[in-house]
Each structure stands twice: as structure tokens, then as C-alpha cells.
């Protein structure tokens, strides 16, 4: 199974940005879909971005506009910049492979990382 390792929360005043990172552990060309999701305290995990092989990026349409989902199959990485930040984004951020994959000849279910804390202050 490919382990994800988010990076790049922290505190943030509103309208600033953030670049948050997810390294995987092994290959993710063989990953169709990778995506950022989130859960604000005392609310449900919410789906933010997400990037599936032959389909358009999709949003949340609480983000649209300013983030931005991108992945590098060669660097194993998935990206989630989010700009002109609000104070209805705090949450704790998770890189999720949802359908799960294949890494290499290894094929596994859901995959999730263990989240990096995003705060923005007003």
C-alpha cells in the first residue's frame, strides 16, 4: 500500500495562501484518482479537489476560483494551492488516493495520509 504524507499547513492570516504537498511512498502512475479532502471540527470529511485520469479537475464550489489541484507522476506528488484564504477553510487537510491503485505490481484499496492542519485567522 502507498503511504501519503501530507506538509505544508499552518496558520495563515485570511487572504493569504498556502501550498500544501502530499509525497507518496511509491509509484502513483498507476493511481487514476488522487485528491485533497477536509474536515473543520465538529463537521463531516468534505471532498475539496480532486483529479481523476481523463476528466476535468473537479472543486468543491466553496473553492473555485482559488484553488488548484495538480499532481507530478514523476515526482509522486500531489499539490493543492489554495489562494485568497478564508476563515471557512480552517481544517485539517487529508491526500487521499479514494479508489485506491496500484504501486508497481502492489494493488490496494483506499489510501489516506494523515493530515496537515491548515488555520486561517481573520
Known amino acids: 500500500q502507498v503511504q501519503l504524507v501530507e506538509s505544508g499547513g499552518g496558520l495563515v492570516q485570511a487572504g493569504g495562501s498556502l501550498r500544501l504537498s502530499c509525497a507518496a511512498s511509491g509509484s502513483i502512475f498507476k493511481i487514476n484518482t488522487m485528491g485533497w479532502y477536509r474536515q473543520a471540527p465538529g463537521k463531516g470529511r468534505e471532498l475539496v479537489a480532486r483529479?481523476?485520469?481523463?476528466?476535468?479537475?473537479y472543486y468543491t464550489d466553496a473553492v473555485k476560483g482559488r484553488f488548484t489541484i495538480s499532481r507530478d507522476d514523476v515526482k509522486r506528488t500531489l499539490d493543492l494551492q489554495m489562494n485568497s484564504l478564508k476563515s471557512e477553510d480552517t481544517a485539517m487537510y487529508y491526500c487521499?488516493?479514494?479508489?485506491?491503485?496500484?504501486?508497481?505490481?502492489?494493488?490496494?484499496?483506499?489510501?489516506w495520509g494523515q493530515g496537515t492542519q491548515v488555520t486561517v485567522s481573520s
Open positions: 483529479l481523476r485520469r481523463g476528466d476535468n479537475a
Open positions: 487521499a488516493a479514494p479508489e485506491g491503485g496500484c504501486s508497481g505490481s502492489v494493488c490496494f484499496g483506499p489510501s
